[in-house]
């Protein structure tokens, strides 16, 4: 799916004030693996040891599932929404979530070799 010029330049304004991370790290480095894609994605398959909050209801429920220094690593299908919700949940006063690069699609990648 293309997505369009404002949409990446709001991901991109993101991304300069998160942290993007490696599939790798972020499945090795301990924290908390949250899929915030749609409900019919996260059915179609997920990250092992994932958890699934929705991008729809993440910044809703974040503190009810987790304090501010809980260790969150979100992923979506490619990297663009993952990055939102992290910038989002910093601006909360989350103080350690990264978004994982590539998203849901690059682990795939790296699943085939």
Same mark, same amino acid.
């Given at each position: 799916?293309?997505?369009?010029?404002?949409?990446?330049? +709001?991901?991109?304004? %993101?991304?300069? &004030?998160? =942290?993007?991370?490696?599939?790798?790290?972020?499945?090795? @480095? *301990?924290?908390?693996?949250?899929?915030?894609?749609?409900?019919?994605?996260?059915?179609?398959?997920?990250?092992?040891?994932?958890?699934?909050?929705?991008?729809?209801? +993440?910044?809703?429920? %974040?503190?009810? &599932?987790? =304090?501010?220094?809980?260790?969150?690593?979100?992923?979506? @299908? *490619?990297?663009?929404?993952?990055?939102?919700?992290?910038?989002?949940?910093?601006?909360?006063?989350?103080?350690?979530?990264?978004?994982?690069?590539?998203?849901?699609?690059?682990?795939?990648?790296?699943?085939?070799?």
């Amino acid at each position: 799916m293309a997505h369009s010029p404002p949409f990446v330049a +709001l991901c991109e304004a %993101a991304r300069a &004030r998160i =942290t993007e991370v490696s599939v790798t790290e972020a499945l090795t @480095g *301990g924290a908390v693996l949250v899929d915030v894609r749609e409900d019919h994605e996260w059915d179609l398959g997920r990250m092992p040891g994932a958890v699934h909050v929705g991008r729809g209801v +993440l910044e809703r429920d %974040a503190l009810s &599932r987790w =304090t501010l220094d809980t260790p969150l690593a979100l992923y979506c @299908g *490619g990297g663009y929404r993952s990055a939102l919700s992290a910038d989002s949940l910093q601006r909360m006063g989350f103080t350690a979530v990264v978004s994982v690069a590539g998203g849901y699609k690059e682990w795939t990648r790296l699943r085939q070799g």
